[in-house]
């Protein structure tokens, strides 16, 4: 599920992209929020899963390569636990606190 949430999530995004956004997972996962399964699938978090898009997506190898670089201790993500690709004044950008910018997605805690 993560590998799948990566690619539904940062198909474009390149290793680190899709790293990142395994990042935010596992970073909700181990704030309390749930399991991955509970996390990815938990209503209105995942514009993905909630459009079938995580249902669709086949993992590819950069998929694979974030994963392996994520299970032996990468994190770029500075505590990052939320994540979107809009711009302007969004819920995220007026409710949490801005981290970064990597290729389309903008970052925040």
Do not use: P
């Not at 990052?80 to 970052?107: I, M, P, Q, V």
């Amino acid at each position: 599920d993560l590998c799948k949430i990566a690619m539904a999530e940062a198909e474009n995004q390149g290793v680190t992209g899709k790293a990142l956004v395994m990042r935010v997972v596992l970073n909700r996962m181990e704030s309390g929020w749930g399991s991955i399964q509970d996390i990815i699938r938990a209503k209105g978090q995942f514009t993905a899963y909630s459009n079938g898009s995580f249902d669709r997506a086949v993992v590819d190898q950069e998929c694979i390569e974030a994963l392996q670089m994520v299970l032996t201790g990468w994190d770029e993500s500075f505590g990052a636990l939320y994540f979107e690709s809009g711009n302007g004044d969004t819920w995220h950008s007026r409710n949490l606190d801005y981290l970064f910018t990597y290729g389309a997605h903008k970052f925040y805690k």
